[in-house]
């Protein structure tokens, strides 16, 4: 039975029906060579045992490749803080919202990640869930986008996949199926990564033990030799004559000092260790808050470290400390904290520098506000992304880049807050914010 034809759609001769058959056919095979190209990309990644970023970086740069768009961004979830965080991002200004964070039920891609559910958005302009400020505080302008939930085939999203403003044309269903293989490809690569980085920490973890018992049985001869070279001392001075006793006094007292800074900084290593371990494991110890003066820890901090800063001719300064009121506190580890901070700055000022612990209090907040500011070289804006996290790099012979997390450890177990300010070639401040009372405590 033939059916009428509207005015609109003429009936195509059979030639034609032809040619039309073959150019959609000629279509389809061209989105499954863009597909295939996309999966063979990804699954090249997956098997090279890349880390989490260079994954990250490889799977965006494979989706803008194969759509042929303007800009992209990996978004990564963080359940702690349940923000998601630009991992990675390409195109605009990329250096800008690197590390960023949204909450991860706002904008496009927050409804994407908690629906799990790919969005095509033709023109975000008339989209009310796009983040307008986003394009303010970069300077671009986003025309067209999709964002598709970076997730595994099963399984619920690790965070999303952003990709704007196609080159030629706008962004469609098609570009939809070719960066749905590379998301799931990807996320199961960076599942595979992370598990693969536990893996090493819990190896680290476990390496850390036994290193942190082997040191503790190297300190033991260390704390028995300064228990007998005290007690000879004490005879020493004892035996002196009464005419050398002014001079006596004096060069007794400096002697117990740096015995007891030996005593003490042997204890605090054996605690350190234990402190590593547990921070590559992801534990933390509980608190002892006891009644504590911000101005003696800083004080055997600087007391600590004073040597090794004159032999580098730098000048370790304290300003404001001893007006501050006491405050509750765990002081094993503020020590550790202010101690990791100064250790950590002295290599990086140069002969001449000045590295300052200061503080002031604000009894109308119920907090005292501590700064650690040196005059070294700054850090670069990669070694900033990381700072605080278990992924934080060392630039020092030997150093673990453990630090600063311990740092952040210490001030959140306090209730407290850090944030840090730094240009290359000018210098780094650290600024701590400590309430007199930690909740809890």
Known sequence: MLTEQSPSSPQLSTPNRRHHHRRSVDLKLIQRERELDAARRICQALFQHLDVDELVERALRTALDVIGAEAGSVILADPESKQLVFRYVIGGRAEVLHGAAIPWDKGIAGAVFCSGEAAVISDVAQDHRHLTDIDVYTGYKTRDMI?????????????????????????????????????????????????????????????????????????????????????????????????????????????????????????????????????????????????????????????????????KRISLRTEGLDTLPSILADEGRLFNAFYNLVNNAIPEVSAGGSITIRGRAKPEDGVVLLEVADTGLGMSPEVLAHLFTVRATSLKAGGTGLGTKIVKDAVDAHGGEITVDSEEGT??????????HPPGA
């Open 147 to 311: 964002v598709l939930p970076l997730k595994r085939w099963e399984g619920e999203p690790i965070g999303v996949l952003e990709v704007l403003n196609k080159r030629e044309g706008r962004l469609d269903h098609d570009d939809v199926a070719i960066l749905t293989i590379i998301s799931a490809l990807s996320a199961e690569a960076i599942e595979q990564a992370r598990l693969f980085e536990e893996a090493k920490l819990a190896q680290v973890a476990r390496l850390m033990g036994d290193t942190g018992h082997d040191v503790k049985n190297l300190l033991q001869p260390v704390v028995s030799a300064t228990e007998i070279l005290q007690s000879e001392l004490n005879e020493l001075f004892g035996g002196l004559r009464a005419t050398d006793q002014n001079k006596a006094v004096v060069s007794h007292e400096l002697c117990n000092e740096v015995l007891a800074l030996l005593r003490d900084t042997v204890g605090r290593i054996q605690g350190r260790m234990k402190e590593i371990a547990d921070c590559v494991k992801g534990l933390s110890a509980p608190s002892e808050f006891v009644p504590c003066r911000l101005a003696e820890v800083v004080g055997y901090v600087v007391k600590t470290l004073s040597l090794l800063a004159e032999e």
């Open 427 to 436: 210098g780094t401040t650290f600024r701590i914010r400590l309430p007199l």
